[in-house]
Each structure stands twice: as C-alpha cells, then as structure tokens.
C-alpha cells in the first residue's frame, strides 16, 4: 500500500485522547442513517471482514459485528484495547488491530469493506485517504466511507457559531461528495450510493461556549428531522458506498 507521508491531521491525537478517557462504549441505535444504511447495503456472512480507519470508539463497525464480519482496524488511542474487549464481551469475530499512524501503515492484506465515519475531513489532502481505503479493498469489495457536512449553509452557520471548536478541526473542503466520487470512479469503483442524508440533525462537541450559546445550543440539539427530504444544505452527514470493480 502505498502511502502519503506528508498529510496534514487538523484534529491531534491529544486531541481525540482527551475526549475518550472516560468512555463508556456503546452502539449507535440501529435507526441512525449510518447504521440503517449498514443494514440496507451489506448483507449477513459468516466469512468476509470489514477494516475501518480510525476504529474507536467502534459504535458503527458493533453493527458489522451483528451481521458476522470479522473486524479489523486501525486507531492511535491508548485505549485500543478496551475496544477490543468489548468486542469480544459481544462475541464478535476480531482480527488484526493496529494501533500505529494510518499514513506509516505498509501492509499487503485486503479487506471485503474498508469503512470508515468522520475521518477523511481531518486532512488537508483527503483525496489521499480516500486512496488509502480504496488500496486497502479486495475486488469486488466494499468501501464505506461517512463525514459530518459541516460545509452546507445552514449547517455551516450553525457549527461556526455553537461548535467553532471543533469546526476548527475540520476541512471543509473535504466535505463535498462530487470530490470523493471523482477520486473512488477513478481508483476503479462503482458508486453504489452517495449523497447527503440524515434529514436535519445537529450535534455540539465543543464544550467552552458561553451560557448563552449553551442554552441555546441545547436546544438546537433536540431538533431532528428525519423524515424531510436530505439536502447539501442542512443535511448533517455524508456518504459514500461504492465497490470495487
């Protein structure tokens, strides 16, 4: 695999530690857009394996469990193997884990899914992430790939003011899914979906606004519109499956 050296990450490693250290580890409701769509796209096995970059804390790749992949991973936490126990309290199949930087990562082995969920919009050259899953995927294999849109208008507005913090953390530029089709059509894929989706959804993970913006910020959080059409505008995720020809 070959990989890029020179990549910036604009969320630290101390960054995503200082988040996790406390972490109860749990799994996403099988309702939410990026679980339903596992569920819509990726039948049950007994024998195929999922990697997915940037694992922890694993509340999506717990549903490839259920549906019997064996999963793989690669994370920098110290807390990798806490992740991996829980898996195992669940009676998932496990694989290999890495616990070492994606970008210094050499491997051969390939995967049937490479998934990954907001991870490539913390690069400035995300178009080489998005290389590195398609590098990491069998023919014929899956890649999965989701990032919070943080770029539509309304959305945009809404992170700058109640969640700048994080927003810092992100490449806004990364968050247009024209961008990653064009980079996957050309690594030889078939898109299979993509888009934005989730309805309306807004989330905060930064923690130092002011009362104010608390408050109001809380209330924002409660508002979820699922059943509205999805747009680029509002919409909170995006994603991309596609397979490998």
């Keep these: 695999m070959n990989n890029t050296q020179n990549n910036t990450n604009l969320a630290s490693k101390e960054y995503w530690d200082a988040g996790y250290g406390n972490f109860k580890f749990f799994a996403m409701p099988k309702s939410y857009p990026i679980c339903k769509a596992i569920y819509e796209y990726f039948p049950k096995t007994d024998n195929k394996t999922i990697f997915e970059i940037g694992i922890f804390p694993g509340r999506f790749i717990y549903h490839f469990g259920k549906l019997g992949y064996e999963i793989n991973g690669i994370d920098q936490t110290p807390y990798l193997n806490e992740m991996i126990n829980w898996f195992k309290t669940e009676n998932f ?107 309306f959804d807004f989330w905060i993970s930064s923690k130092n606004n002011n ?35």
């Design 93 to 199: 199949k496990t694989g290999y884990f890495d616990g070492g930087d994606l970008l210094q990562m050499n491997t051969d082995k390939k995967y049937d899914v490479v998934f990954s969920s907001g991870f490539i919009e913390h690069f400035e050259n995300f178009q080489d992430i998005i290389k590195i899953h398609a590098d990491l995927t069998k023919q014929g294999g899956m890649i999965y790939i989701t990032a919070p849109n943080f770029a539509g208008s309304i959305q945009k507005i809404l992170h700058k003011t109640f969640d700048r913090e994080s927003f810092d953390k992100h490449n806004l530029l990364a968050m247009d899914v024209k961008k990653w089709e064009d980079v996957i059509v050309k690594e030889g894929f078939e898109i299979v979906k993509s888009g934005y989706f989730g309805g």
């Design 211 to 245: 009362i104010f913006k608390k408050i109001l910020g809380k209330i924002l959080t409660k508002i979820t519109l699922r059943f509205i059409p999805s747009s680029r505008i509002y919409s909170p995720e995006i994603i991309l499956i596609a397979k490998k020809k």
